[in-house]
């Protein structure tokens, strides 16, 4: 419902034909494109809806939707817009939402709590195979690696949200949740 209505406000702004795909369920990636193709659509701007890179989520997309182009749309072409967990206006939006949802509550800490990917899949993603240690460190330290760190990506996030909300370093922290280890 909530990617439908997503869908529905860019289609107000734009003229460009527009499909939405899942990696699961009715709403398929392969529909979407199939979609796209009967409308006369060659060209393709992929935007996976996740801000953070992760090999579970926005890779696993991208690799089926060239496994389906390759299949069934060989004339098509494949743009991908890059994870913008720390876009300006995406931190504004976050922020001011949290914000919002603070507002009149009195508390001690903010915990930003994001799904947790298996540390294999971090290391895997590290283009210089040699940058990540999950030392704690290596996320902060600035590299190319990062542009497919999910851990680097999320703790970006928080750190600019705490930085726009003008949080004191302390009073914020990062965590992950479900099983992070081998």
């Known amino acids: 419902v909530l990617s439908e209505r997503l869908q529905e406000k860019i289609d107000e702004f734009t003229s460009v034909p527009i499909a939405l795909g899942m990696r699961y369920g009715s709403m398929s990636i392969e529909k979407g494109l199939k979609e796209l193709n009967d409308k006369g659509v060659d060209e393709v701007l992929i935007i996976p809806l996740y801000p953070q890179f992760a090999m579970a989520t926005t890779e696993t997309i991208l690799v089926l939707a060239e496994e389906l ?6 004339h098509m072409s494949f743009t991908t817009m890059p994870p913008f ?4 206006d995406y931190i504004r939006v976050l922020s ?3 914000k919002e949802s603070l507002e009149g509550k009195d508390y001690e800490h903010l915990l ?20 990540c240690k999950m030392d704690g460190k290596c996320c902060s330290t600035p590299s190319p690696a990062h542009q497919y760190c999910y851990s680097h990506q999320c703790k970006e996030v928080t750190r600019l949200v705490g930085e726009y909300l003008g949080m004191e370093d302390g009073t914020y922290s990062t965590s992950f949740q479900s099983r992070l280890g081998f």
Not at 69 to 74: G, S
Not at 85 to 88: E, G, K, R
Not at 117 to 130: A, E, L, M, N
């Open 112 to 131: 930003f709590s994001y799904h947790g990917v298996p540390k294999r899949h971090i290391r895997k993603s590290d283009i210089t195979k040699s940058h």
């Open 69 to 74: 182009r390759k299949e069934h749309f060989p």
């Open 85 to 88: 967990y720390n876009h300006p």
């Open 96 to 98: 001011e939402s949290i």
